[in-house]
T-cell receptor, first 115, second 113 residues
Framework: NAGVMQNPRHLVRRRGQEARLRCSPM?????VYWYRQLPEEGLKFMVY????????ESGMPKERFSAEFPKEGPSILRIQQVVRGDSAAYFC?????????????FGPGTRLTVT | DQQVKQNSPSLSVQEGRISILNCDYT??????FLWYKKYPAEGPTFLIS?????DKNEDGRFTVFLNKSAKHLSLHIVPSQPGDSAVYFC????????????FGAGTILRVKS
């Protein structure tokens, strides 16, 4: 059973460009979470999605960031017009069910560097 | 607003001894707690969890203790091994918040051989 897949592992973008981060959850998992880890900090929740639905985006910056989890294909975290402060590690996690008490399994992360 | 706190940035332990990592939380709505281990350039790996209805959960060398009245949990690793050297994150979730995890800042554990 393959784990959570993320690609690319490393992404370099110039200021003003767009960044697209992809996440394929574990087989059988229909819940996807995105987290961001800034240097020297813990992981911070960004968004929670199920297939074709955004359930909770309370951790997403109001502008430039969007996420989707289409019926077919991976979940995408999109950052438009990137700035230096977007440089971070972005982790995707998946879970088999909704509600408290279920572990989330993380992918290896995408390290975004904005130059 | 740090709802989950790991007050020790680092911990150094001799191989074979016990490692104790601590975590405090402020939100009484949290009903599930997890520990993750993370190596550099990798994603967090789930270690062990505990529901708020329990006060202890054990899995091999790892034991998590929960003290609800003190809003405190700890992870015990016995015996510690050099391969345990990593960053350990405490996380908490609540049904009401849709299972999203709130993480502490992490504790770097170094196990010396």
């Amino acid at each position: 059973n393959a784990g959570v897949m993320q690609n690319p592992r490393h992404l370099v973008r110039r200021r003003g460009q767009e960044a697209r981060l992809r996440c394929s959850p574990m087989k059988g998992h229909s819940h996807v979470y995105w987290y961001r880890q800034l240097p020297e900090e813990g992981l911070k929740f960004m968004v929670y999605l199920q297939k074709e639905n955004i359930i909770d985006e309370s951790g997403m910056p109001k502008e430039r960031f969007s996420a989707e989890f289409p019926k077919e294909g991976p979940s995408i975290l999109r950052i438009q017009q990137v700035v230096r402060g977007d440089s971070a590690a972005y982790f995707c996690a998946s879970s088999p069910r909704y509600g408290g008490g279920y572990e989330q399994y993380f992918g290896p992360g995408t390290r975004l560097t904005v130059t | 607003d740090q709802q989950v706190k790991q007050n020790s940035p680092s911990l150094s332990v001799q191989e074979g001894r016990i490692s104790i990592l601590n975590c405090d939380y402020t939100n009484s709505m949290f009903d599930y707690f997890l520990w993750y281990k993370k190596y550099p350039a990798e994603g967090p790996t789930f270690l062990i969890s505990i529901s708020s209805i329990k006060d202890k959960n054990e899995d091999g060398r790892f034991t998590v203790f929960l003290n609800k009245s003190a809003k405190h949990l700890s992870l015990h690793i016995v015996p510690s091994q050099p391969g345990d050297s990593a960053v350990y994150f405490c996380a908490a979730s609540a049904k009401e918040y849709g299972n999203k995890l709130v993480f502490g800042a992490g504790t770097i554990l170094r196990v010396k051989s």
